[in-house]
Structures are given as structure tokens and as C-alpha cells.
């Protein structure tokens, strides 16, 4: 599989500067923008926590070849659409909505869990990777593994991968990372 999770910067500032009315209304504009995305490309969105967005593929349609592809294409699309997100719909001058993006890709082990409310969830080292892809992003970024820059042999026809360099990823160590 692989793994996709975005966070929108400054989110923390943004929920004590706007009413939570004005909170709800951009997650919902930028949201379903995604939800759009992930649909059109096959990309299956596992969950939203907060400003934070969870989408994955080769889990519930079979992608072998492609699903990093898909992933990066998801990625770039979802970044455009932040970009042109609008935070505050009434006081444009508080801007865009900007987002860090992180991918990785791996196995992972899906299931449901829990008994009073079931919850269907992905567990394994992947999910954790593709989070700390993320934190360590950059805004308007997309970053991704070594793991994930080598899964896809059709990455150069379409997607450009910058090497980032080795960074430290807390509970990883050094880590061979890309910008797409």
C-alpha cells in the first residue's frame, strides 16, 4: 500500500483566530475537494481526524503497479487545492489554506476494532512512516520515502522526484527522503 497524510499548517492559530463555524466551513470546502480527488483517482480516504486527512491505495482495489502513482498524483492535486482554498470565504486577505504533505509506502495489517463503536483502521511501521513524512514535510511539500520513490518504475514519466537528503525521523533514524 501506500500511504497519504496531510495536515494543514498553521491549523492550531488558525482554530483560535476563527470562530468554529468558519473552522467547520473550510475543513468541509477542502474536504470534499479531496473526497472528490480521491474518488476520481482511486485513492481510498480512511479518515479525517481534525485538519489531518488519511487516504491510501492498494487496500480496497488491487493497484500493484500504480498505487504510489496514484498516491503522487493525489498529492499533487490535493496541494493545488489547498492552494486555492480559501480560509475565510468572507475576509479573503486571511489567505489560502496551505498543507504538508507525507507519503510511504508498505505493508500494513487493516481491521476493525472495538465493540461499541467498530472502528476500521490500518496498523503497522507504514502508518507510522507515512506520518512522520508528514511532520517532517514543509508547507505547500510533499515529501516521500525512499521506499516509496523506489515502488513505481512509471515515476519519471510524469512525477519529479528532488532528493531531500538524509533527515532524522524520530523513531527511525536517518532517513533517504524525497520532495515530489
Known amino acids: 500500500v501506500t500511504?497519504?497524510?496531510s495536515d494543514i499548517v498553521g491549523f492550531t492559530t488558525m482554530s483560535?483566530?476563527?470562530?468554529p463555524g468558519k473552522i467547520s466551513d473550510m475543513l468541509d470546502r477542502l474536504y470534499s475537494v479531496f473526497d472528490r480527488l480521491s474518488h476520481e483517482l482511486g485513492i481510498y480516504k480512511l479518515e479525517t481526524?481534525?485538519?489531518?486527512y488519511m487516504a491510501i491505495t492498494n487496500l480496497v482495489e488491487e493497484q500493484e503497479h500504480q498505487h504510489a502513482l496514484l498516491i503522487?498524483?493525489?498529492a499533487i492535486e490535493a496541494l493545488y487545492a489547498a492552494n486555492s482554498t480559501l480560509i475565510d470565504t468572507e475576509a479573503p486577505e486571511k489567505g489560502y489554506v496551505q498543507i504538508r504533505v507525507g507519503i510511504h509506502s508498505g505493508p500494513i495489517v487493516a481491521n476493525v476494532v472495538g465493540t461499541r463503536r467498530p472502528k476500521y483502521?490500518?496498523?503497522g511501521d507504514t502508518?507510522?512512516?507515512a506520518s512522520r513524512m508528514e511532520s517532517n514535510s514543509l508547507p505547500s511539500k510533499i515529501h516521500c520515502s525512499l521506499v516509496t520513490a523506489n515502488s513505481n518504475y512509471d515515476w519519471a514519466k510524469e512525477i519529479v522526484?528532488?532528493?531531500?537528503g538524509d533527515i532524522e525521523v524520530k523513531g527511525k533514524g536517518l532517513m533517504k527522503t524525497f520532495w515530489i
Open 121 to 123: 483502521t490500518l496498523f
Open 127 to 129: 502508518v507510522n512512516t
Open 49 to 52: 481526524i481534525g485538519d489531518a
Open 72 to 74: 503522487a498524483r493525489f
Open 16 to 19: 483560535c483566530d476563527l470562530a
Open 161 to 164: 522526484l528532488l532528493p531531500r
Open 3 to 5: 500511504i497519504f497524510f
